[in-house]
């Protein structure tokens, strides 16, 4: 038998019956578990109430040093609820990106965070992934470096549902990029109008004829977008675009889920 006592956490147990929960740490309850003589999963005891969870649903914890943790591959128990719970406990802190292996997971917050500010964007300039936390603007760093040790075409794929957050990380790279660029020119040669100002402001332009309310985001993306960064020997940024258009077919009326 082994007893947990900590503090409580405002969970209700009609959240963790009713499955509201993506992952229940147990370390907030006060609470007692043990195997019981004929029955194939533990119970966990709060206030005088029992829990009863099939063999599926439970799942080992990870220690108290992989709360939050920035790369979810370092966890010593990977599995669904742990990568759901850690996203969570995260996105509560405002920390919208982590990394997951040679992912990087982004949470869309629905909202304005100073996280893309020009300070920012200097601050992730040549520095490796571990020297940093997790940002879009690390992968597309890390993508500069290894185009110019390795003199190679690099790739960077973003994907997710319907409101995932897309078509603003996307944008994202292209700002690092264009940002990157112009550091090395002098202010004065810093025109408005130039290369790198209007591939930014070419999304607009393609967001107009292509996006479209859904149930899930009122400026849904209705087409994909390939996307090539250039850059010339003298750091000359140049870019090329392919749209292809994933919805031939308009429905004039609610689609359920609005996620195709």
């Not at 209700?12 to 499955?19: C, F, G, I, K, Q």
């Not at 010593?76 to 405002?94: D, F, I, M, S």
């Not at 940002?135 to 760093?141: V, W």
């Not at 190679?152 to 990029?177: C, H």
Request: glycine letters at 6%.
């Amino acid at each position: 038998m082994s007893i947990i006592q900590s503090p409580v956490a405002p969970y209700r147990l009609t959240d963790v019956l009713a499955h509201k929960l993506s992952w229940v740490n147990t370390h907030f309850f006060r609470c007692m578990q043990w195997k019981c003589p004929g029955l194939s999963s533990p119970v966990l005891f709060w206030f005088c109430q029992t829990v009863t969870a099939k063999d599926d649903q439970v799942f080992p914890m990870n220690p108290p040093k992989y709360d939050k943790v920035e790369d979810m591959v370092m966890m010593t128990h990977l599995h669904e609820p742990a990568v759901l719970y850690n996203l969570k406990e995260r996105y509560a802190a405002w920390m919208i990106y982590t990394y997951s292996g040679l992912f990087c997971v982004t949470v869309n917050p629905y909202k304005w965070l100073p996280v893309y500010n020009p300070e920012v964007v200097a601050g992730y300039r040549g520095k490796k992934r571990q020297e940093a936390p997790p940002h879009i603007f690390s992968i597309s760093d890390n993508a500069y470096q290894f185009m110019l040790t390795d003199r190679d075409n690099q790739s960077i794929l973003i994907t997710g549902e319907s409101g995932a957050g897309k078509t603003v990380n996307t944008k994202r790279v292209i700002q690092y990029f264009a940002t990157i660029a112009v550091a090395g020119e002098k202010k004065k040669d810093q025109q408005p109008g130039k290369m790198q100002d209007q591939i930014i402001q070419a999304n607009p332009l393609l967001e107009a004829f292509g996006n479209a309310k859904t149930v899930r985001n009122d400026n849904s993306s209705r087409f994909g977008k390939f996307i090539r960064i250039h850059f010339g020997t003298t750091g000359k940024l140049g870019a090329s675009l392919l749209s292809v258009a994933v919805q031939h077919l308009a429905h004039w009326g609610p689609v359920h889920g609005g996620g195709s």
